[in-house]
Structure formats: structure tokens, C-alpha cells
T-cell receptor, first 111, second 114 residues
Framework: GESVGLHLPTLSVQEGDNSIINCAYSNSASDYFIWYKQESGKGPQFIIDIRSNMDKRQGQRVTVLLNKTVKHLSLQIAATQPGDSAVYFCAELPYTDKLIFGTGTRLQVFP | DTEVTQTPKHLVMGMTNKKSLKCEQHMGHRAMYWYKQKAKKPPELMFVYSYEKLSINESVPSRFSPECPNSSLLNLHLHALQPEDSALYLC?????????????FGNGTRLTVT
């Protein structure tokens, strides 16, 4: 069936290092992808999105890469900070209007 | 702070109670959503409203009853819930359905059914 999954459940990085969170998706018809950050006790917070006609998009300290050939999505966070500690979800929004979330990756930032 | 406001933040109810969750957004969005999230799991879609009409019901039990009184408000009426319904209930909105528009989430209502 359709699914969006992540390779690693937990990622630990040192403050100041770059973080890379990966995601695999299975619906080749999807044309829009979103990364969300969820802190404890809060709802998912929009970080960045990308459409299928792009392979890279940059925001403030974040970059999303899309490889449609292997159906892979990644989120890169530059100079990771303690405030980046959270669970990160990739999500796929196909034409069916059903936002499909991946399983999530917990990012832990150590001083 | 989120632009989608949910009340209450916490709710404890018995299995025979009737309660309602409320959601409000003033971003002019025309699509609104209810999601359910269990601990350490991703959010799961329950309902989608598009232009105040229910467009998607993900086979949710009838003890959950959504309502969209106007384009800014979304309610979820609860009746005869089970303990396994305890979860974080998230409301979201987007400019419209049809893709290419990110969902913006509230901080949720933490529901405990006793």
C-alpha cells in the first residue's frame, strides 16, 4: 500500500554539526512533499515543502532534497542547535488530499 | 504560537460523557482537518472539510461527529468514547484541498477517556 517511511527512528548529533534526516516514499504519483517538526506537547510545525518539479529547495538553515528516481526525500539542517531537538516527520500530499505522514525521526542535539 | 487555536488543551471524560473539541483559524483557509495522534506515532487523518462541506471521512466510528459551522470554525463532538480513543487530537487548516498547499496545525487537545 501507500506509505512514507523513515530509515532511522533516532538521530543524535552534536551542537553545531549538520543533521540529515531521510525519508522514503512509495507513491510515485505524489507531487508535493512537506517536512514537519513536532516538539513535545505541540502540534506539527511546517518547516519546508517541495514540489515534484524541483529536486532541491532551501530555507533558513534547512534544505530539502528530492530524488524521484529512488523515491527519497531528505531534510538537511545546518549548524544544528538545541532548539532543533524534536521529532521530524516527512509527509506526502497526493491528489487524494490525504496527507500521509512518515513514521518520524527523533533528533537529539547534544552540547 | 500557532495560528490554529484548539480548545481545550486537555480533556478528561468518562465513557458516558458528551464533550466537544473546538478549533478556530483566521487565515482565510477553506480546508480544515481533524487528525488523531497516539503516542510516538504519526498523525492519522480522520476528517477533511472543504468549503465547509465534509469531503473525506476515513471510516471513523460514529462516536466521533465533526461539524463545520463556518469557514473559521471546526468542532469534533464526542460521545460514548472508549479508553482506546485517548490520544492527541489535532486540527489543521490549509488554503484549499487539491494538493500543493501545506497544512497548518494547532497544538492539539490531549484527550483522556476513563
Amino acid at each position: 500500500g501507500e506509505s512514507v517511511g523513515l530509515h532511522l527512528p533516532t538521530l543524535s548529533v552534536q551542537e553545531g554539526d549538520n543533521s540529515i534526516i531521510n525519508c522514503a516514499y512509495s507513491n510515485s504519483a505524489s507531487d508535493y512533499f512537506i517536512w514537519y517538526k513536532q516538539e513535545s506537547g505541540k502540534g506539527p510545525q511546517f518547516i519546508i515543502d517541495i514540489r515534484s518539479n524541483m529536486d532541491k529547495r532551501q530555507g533558513q538553515r534547512v534544505t530539502v532534497l528530492l530524488n524521484k528516481t529512488v523515491k527519497h526525500l531528505s531534510l538537511q539542517i545546518a549548524a544544528t542547535q538545541p532548539g532543533d531537538s524534536a521529532v521530524y516527520f516527512c509527509a506526502e500530499l497526493p491528489y487524494t488530499d490525504k496527507l500521509i505522514f512518515g513514521t518520524g525521526t527523533r533528533l537529539q542535539v547534544f552540547p | 504560537d500557532t495560528e490554529v487555536t484548539q480548545t481545550p488543551k486537555h480533556l478528561v471524560m468518562g465513557m458516558t460523557n458528551k464533550k466537544s473539541l473546538k478549533c478556530e483559524q483566521h487565515m482565510g483557509h477553506r480546508a480544515m482537518y481533524w487528525y488523531k495522534q497516539k503516542a510516538k506515532k504519526p498523525p492519522e487523518l480522520m476528517f477533511v472539510y472543504s468549503y465547509e462541506k465534509l469531503s473525506i471521512n476515513e471510516s471513523v466510528p460514529s462516536r466521533f461527529s465533526p461539524e463545520c459551522p463556518n469557514s473559521s470554525l471546526l468542532n469534533l463532538h464526542l460521545h460514548a468514547l472508549q479508553p482506546e480513543d485517548s490520544a492527541l487530537y489535532l486540527c489543521a487548516s490549509s488554503q484549499a484541498t487539491g494538493g500543493n498547499s501545506p497544512l497548518h496545525f494547532g497544538n492539539g487537545t490531549r484527550l483522556t477517556v476513563t
